[in-house]
């Protein structure tokens, strides 16, 4: 299984960037797909998540508006549209995969995910 993550480079505040995944799962609908992320010397936060089949969304707070999740189950890829870009959005953004849909009670956990790409890094300067 594979999950390759690109997208990420520099940007301005208040820029956009899209971030893209492309996974190698069979029934790749079947999947919840979502993105993490890492900042450096801080653990690895949920970002948004998207379920397979109903195409559920969860987002993380901070996020709620300014980024858009979605997948095209006919490519197996996941997206991750970035706009109003802030410094803190500054990470390096990992794409995530595990069968079955989530929920809010399990979204936003790292141990909810089998799959993991190797991450892409997004910087925000001001």
């Known amino acids: 299984v594979q999950l390759q993550a690109s997208g990420g480079g520099l940007a301005q505040v208040g820029d956009s960037l899209r971030l893209s995944c492309a996974a190698s799962?069979?029934?790749?609908?079947?999947?919840?797909v979502g993105w993490f992320r890492q900042a450096p010397g801080k653990e690895r936060e949920f970002v948004a998540g998207i379920n397979g089949r109903n195409g559920a969304t969860y987002y993380r707070e901070s996020v709620k508006g300014r980024f858009t999740i979605s997948r095209d189950n006919a490519k197996n890829t996941v997206s991750l549209q970035m706009s109003s870009l802030k410094p803190e959005d500054t990470a390096t953004y990992y794409c995530?995969?595990?069968?079955?849909?989530?929920?809010?009670?399990?979204?936003?956990?790292?141990?909810?995910?089998?799959?993991w790409g190797q991450g892409t890094l997004v910087t925000v300067s001001s």
């Open positions: 799962l069979r029934s790749f609908s079947s999947y919840a």
């Open positions: 995530t995969a595990d069968w079955g849909p989530k929920s809010s009670t399990n979204v936003y956990s790292t141990k909810s995910y089998q799959y």
